[in-house]
């Protein structure tokens, strides 16, 4: 199984496949390579209505969680711009994975794999952030309804609409203020100093 993108139909008489080394050296073996579609790693595609998920809304719905994130966000230093971000979001994998037997997961339980370090001249303002960590509450619930007529891993497990009433209809994430670590522009300017000064 190939995915489209990767084929280009040149002509009509060549065609010229995309192959990334690894599968190219596997292929070239008469192997199917480790990363193949063909391995039953094609999981489909969603329907439209979800295909703006944030990745926190993901996260709340996810039964097993393996990586925890941290984001690292710069402020705009000019004040004519305070909602001007730029940054971004590692994923670091854990030594061990967890679990949810019941979905969503809770704000705290999300909230307790993400960290934000936030680095500008003014106070940090979650409302300033737009989607980055959205969550919408109907959203998250049509997703796991979905998710358990659609996915066998989802069958069991048992969904709770209290859970659900801990997000908001449409806004950050709850509790993500407890989450951020803040570096003021003097205070890093002053960090720097001393890496070159000296003590």
């Not at 209505?49 to 709340?60: G, M, P, S």
């Not at 705290?108 to 370090?117: E, K, P």
Request: proline share 7%.
């Amino acid at each position: 199984m190939l995915d489209k993108a990767g084929v280009i139909d040149d002509s009509s008489q060549l065609t010229t496949m995309n192959v990334c080394p690894d599968c190219f050296a596997m292929l070239s073996k008469k192997k199917v390579p480790r990363l193949a579609l063909a391995n039953g790693l094609y999981r489909g595609e969603l329907p439209e209505y979800f295909r703006d998920l944030t990745w926190v809304e993901e996260k709340i719905c996810a039964i097993y969680s393996t990586t925890a994130h941290v984001a690292r966000l710069f402020q705009s230093s000019d004040p004519a711009q305070p909602r001007v971000f730029h940054g971004n979001v590692c994923a670091h994998e854990m030594n061990i994975v967890s679990t949810a037997s019941v979905l969503p997961r809770t704000p705290a339980d999300v909230n307790g794999l993400l960290s934000i370090v936030f680095v500008g001249p003014g106070k940090f303002k979650p409302d300033h952030l737009g989607p980055m960590f959205r969550v919408r509450k109907n959203k998250i619930w049509a997703f796991l309804v979905w998710l358990k007529h659609h996915n066998r891993l989802y069958t069991d497990i048992h969904m709770e609409r209290e859970i659900l009433e801990l997000y908001p209809t449409d806004d950050v994430i709850p509790g993500l203020s407890e989450r951020v670590h803040i570096l003021l522009f003097f205070r890093l300017e002053l960090e720097v100093l001393k890496i070159t000064l000296g003590p």
